[in-house]
């Protein structure tokens, strides 16, 4: 007997179903209870809303709050990313995806979903890498940290200009999109936070078409300050033990 016939058209019907997504929104996600039910729910919005194919992904790192069937209730596909890391977790989660471009935000709910057709536009009209620019969208009151806003983050991002010559105006923006093949060409290695400032740098040094669009950072909606949940999510993304 041939046991070929079921695999062949489980692999048919996967075909079809990537083929049917033009967007896939991933998120990252490692205890996020508060406000990863939150993100899906608004992200479905939006891309309902604008009439686009599209999915969401939550790809999970080993969340016990009860993450994992919050995202499932708002309506995403939850993957599992066993190996511990920000960067993992965007891997598996990208590998995952179905659509023929890939969106990537925080699970945080410090985005705003509502932004999601513009970067979609924006890959339409033939962008590689689509970039968010907080600093062009606007930064809510208590949305960062003062001296990632007025230090860090333009810091970092005159580093990458200068010695990459990258065109992006925030280079660590937390919401970006890309073209699926487009990632792929770029081959990122990275496991951790460093995941993002590889793909920036990679998209430029291979002289991927690198766009970028306004976009807004909003308070949180959930009970940790921003400074200490932004040092916690670093944390515990890098160390598995680290408490949650």
Sequence with gaps: MQPATPTASADSNAAQVAGSVEL??????????????????????????????????????????????????????????????????????????????????????????????????????????????RFLGGIRNGAMPVLHRYLGNPLLTAIGRLFFRSPSRDFHCGIRAFRRDSYDRMDIRSTGMEFASEMIVKATLQGLRVAEVPTTIISLANSIPVVLRSRRRIASFRNPLSPQ
């Design 24 to 133: 896939s929104v991933v998120l990252p996600c490692l205890n996020e209870r508060e406000t990863v039910g939150i993100c899906v729910q608004k992200a479905i919005a939006a891309i309902e809303d604008a009439k686009i194919r599209g999915e969401v992904v939550v790809a999970d790192n080993g969340s016990t709050d009860g993450s994992i069937e919050l995202a499932q209730s708002a309506g995403a596909r939850v993957v599992h990313v066993s190996q511990r890391g920000y960067g993992n977790a965007l891997r598996g989660g990208i590998q995952a995806a179905h659509g023929a471009f890939v969106l990537m935000a925080d699970s945080d709910d410090s985005y705003d979903f509502g932004h999601i057709p513009r970067f979609v536009e924006q890959l339409r009209n033939g962008s590689d890498l689509v970039m968010g620019n």
